[in-house]
């Protein structure tokens, strides 16, 4: 099955440029998406097909795939953004078709 | 606005059984896909099952195959999920949420979820 692979905390100090991975095998070829979970609540999506914003998500967020690493980006970054993030991919070569990375826990100094 | 609420959680013994239900609006329910993604304590999202617009494509993940069974009635705007022999790995919350297209695909992903409800599973 695939496996997409996060970083366990990423911490960065407020107006900084925070950088979330998630390494899957040949991810570029998937489209990548995004999901914030701050504590208590249910995940947002904050990008869809690796770079695409919803409505509402400010453009301080970004995302980016390539080769083997699909990156969220969150620039000038705020207290409030202090959430765990998870990437998810559809996987067509296995039943269980949709998968979750571990999740990274963003930690704003 | 669209809206999903969970209900049907709630404490029971390994071995048995437990129905959830997720009740959509704001939507027209019969024209999306949709899911189970649970998340146990202090841990990540895991997908459960996916059921498309019509009921023809169903999956399930492979810790729960042949034992959690996912259903939809598009009459009542509502998704289900039948759960048996519940083990205490399956202690979680039951998140529902909505696929972007009739039936899920690479072009499709999660728009909205629910808040939640909780299974213990616990002697």
């Known amino acids: 099955s695939y496996v997409l692979t996060q970083p366990p905390s990423v911490s960065v100090a407020p107006g900084k440029t925070a950088r979330i991975t998630c390494g899957g095998n040949n991810i570029g070829s998937k489209s990548v998406h995004w999901y914030q979970q701050k504590p208590g609540q249910a995940p947002v999506l904050v990008i869809y097909?690796?770079?695409d914003r919803p409505s509402g998500i400010p453009e301080r967020f970004s995302g980016s795939n390539s080769g083997n690493t699909a990156t969220l980006t969150i620039s000038r970054v705020e207290a409030g953004d202090e959430a765990d993030y998870y990437c998810?991919?559809?996987?067509?070569?296995?039943?269980?078709?949709?998968?979750f990375g571990g999740g990274t826990k963003l930690t704003v100094l | 606005e669209v809206q999903l609420v969970e209900s049907g959680g709630g404490l029971v013994q390994p071995g048995r059984s437990l129905r959830l239900s997720c009740a959509a609006s704001?939507?027209?329910?019969?024209?999306?896909?949709m899911h189970w993604v649970r998340q146990a304590p202090g841990k990540g999202l895991e997908w459960v099952s996916g059921i498309s617009w019509n009921s023809g494509s169903i999956g399930y993940a492979d810790s729960v195959k042949g034992r959690f069974t996912i259903s939809r009635d598009n009459a009542k705007n509502s998704l289900y999920l039948q759960m048996n022999s519940l083990r205490a790995e399956d202690t979680a919350l039951y998140y529902c949420?909505?696929?972007?297209?009739?039936?899920?695909?690479?072009?499709?992903?999660?728009?909205?979820w629910g808040q939640g409800t909780l299974v213990t599973v616990s002697s």
């Open positions: 097909y690796d770079s």
């Open positions: 998810q991919v559809w996987d067509s070569s296995s039943d269980s078709n949709w998968v």
């Open positions: 949420a909505k696929d972007t297209y009739s039936s899920s695909s690479g072009l499709s992903y999660f728009d909205y």
């Open positions: 704001g939507f027209t329910f019969d024209d999306y896909a």
